[in-house]
């Protein structure tokens, strides 16, 4: 019988895998160790690594929308206004007009932002490295791309369950012209 204090270990005799074959488990395992990681390196930048999304979406032209990040990173979109004002105060982001729709904000790095995600990007880009050690080289861009291919199908999944294109989580389409027409009042 294998004592529990052996369970595991590399130097057991027996090992077991304890779930890692397992696909949920192991998973949530490398999931762990990523935001464990992240959440470390970028814990002086305000938001965290959720200001740390924000900052890479703006910097990448792919922050649309306040209600676009907020839906694509799963913020509430109360939190979403709280995390950009702060990055706003910060001198990071800049909330700027949408010229396709009045109503909306595109999110915008600044230069200051863009200089700090050069850093913040190289480093979380040492802890993928890191992570990814474990697969040979050829590998780690096999499952890089592989990774992205399931994420671009949850994502698009989540949008037909919703039924909401990419743009309108965007806001980037018109909205529907309604005509108002003003009611005549009575004398009175």
């Known amino acids: ?23 949920g488990f192991s998973i949530g395992v490398v999931f762990r160790a990523y935001a464990r990681s992240v959440e470390a390196a970028v814990s002086k930048l305000t938001g965290g690594p959720r200001g740390y999304f924000i900052l890479a979406a703006a910097v990448r032209g792919e922050a649309y929308s306040q209600r676009f990040l907020a839906d694509r990173l799963g913020v509430d979109r109360t939190m979403m206004t709280y995390l950009l004002d702060d990055l706003e105060e910060a001198g990071l982001v800049e ?30 880009s040492e802890i993928d490295e890191l992570l990814l050690s474990a697969l ?15 994420a671009r199908r949850v994502t698009a999944n989540e949008q037909t369950e919703t039924g909401e294109s990419a743009a309108e989580s965007a806001g980037t389409e018109k909205p529907a012209q309604t005509v108002r027409r003003r009611r005549s009042r009575p004398n009175v």
């Open 136 to 150: 040979p080289d050829e590998a780690q861009a096999a499952f890089r791309e592989m990774m992205y291919a399931v």
């Open 1 to 23: 019988m294998t004592s529990r204090s052996t369970v595991g270990r590399a130097d057991s005799p027996t090992v077991m895998p304890l779930l890692e074959d397992d696909f």
């Open 95 to 124: 909330r700027k007009p949408d010229p396709a729709d009045r109503r909306s904000r595109r999110i915008v790095a600044t230069s200051r932002g863009a200089e700090l995600y050069k850093v913040l990007h190289a480093e979380v």
